[in-house]
């Protein structure tokens, strides 16, 4: 029962942290050495070694490529590689299911930047004139309540060489913080 909790949770996971080109990975496209190699770069090799790895398969499942015990999932959403705490993941689910957010401090690692979002729409799956896209580099990100307190830019034609909250207003504000690289 946990187990299938846990998949459906990743699989909200990967839809919402990246609604931008999500798909299965086609069999035989990827290997899972070439799989982990592009985890690799999401966060610090520590935080991917210790952490759990799915990956998306045809039909919505996820498979398991490694097993963590430091209660980070990474994972590839489309083309973005990323690691989130249990909080985030937490929070990821609310998101995808247009619920409440919990009342929680999560951490994102997206140590190899983003295909870019909407910086005012959370649901928003491409740019538009009115939808503010931002692309931002080597990233990490605080999710959950304290976000929208901590005094940083909440403008809708975000800096992103700066920290800013990204959707501002919504109960799914965040703070992006970009970073200069990934440290090791």
Known sequence: MLRAMFF????????AI???????QPTGAMSDSDY?????T?????VVKGATIVQMQAGGTMRTLQTGSNGFTCM???????????????W?????????????????????????????????TAPTDGNHWVKTGPHVMIVGP??????????SDADPTNPYVMWSGTPYAHLM???????Q
């Open 8 to 15: 459906g949770l990743a699989i909200a996971v990967v839809i």
């Open 18 to 24: 990246a609604p931008v080109g999500i798909q299965a």
């Open 36 to 40: 982990i190699a592009k985890v690799m």
């Open 42 to 46: 999401a966060a610090p090799a520590s």
């Open 76 to 90: 590839v959403a489309g083309a973005n590689a990323m690691c989130l705490d249990n909080n985030a993941m937490q």
């Open 92 to 124: 990821a689910r609310a998101w995808m299911t247009h619920t409440t957010p919990p009342d929680s401090v999560g951490f994102v690692y997206m140590l190899a930047g983003d295909n870019g979002a909407s910086n005012t729409d959370p649901y928003a």
């Open 146 to 155: 304290s976000a929208k307190t901590m005094g940083y830019p909440t403008t």
């Open 177 to 183: 913080i970009p970073v200069s690289g990934q440290q």
